[in-house]
């Protein structure tokens, strides 16, 4: 997903994250947070991402974001790159 390459990689690298920067975005650490908390990882990128220019993504990037990370197409992506 060329979005989350550009917006969400640089800290989260390779979507296990750099801890000093960026929780990771897949693996049981992840599940575990946002497993049935859709809409709450929504509001939480929505509001606060990327971190350096916080809420510039429009709400159609966002709900696109999130369906990724949850479907794990990112991951393919990422292994694919």
């Not at 693996?27 to 908390?37: L, T």
């Amino acid at each position: 997903m060329a979005l989350y390459a550009e917006r969400c990689r640089p800290c989260h690298d390779n979507r296990e994250g750099n801890l000093d920067a960026a929780p990771p975005l897949a693996g049981r650490d992840f599940r575990e947070k946002w497993g049935n908390r859709r809409d709450a990882l929504y509001a939480k990128i929505k509001m606060s991402m990327p971190q350096d220019e916080p809420g510039v993504l429009s709400a159609a990037a966002v709900s696109d974001i999130v369906a990724a990370l949850f479907a794990g197409h990112t991951a393919k992506a990422d292994v694919a790159n």
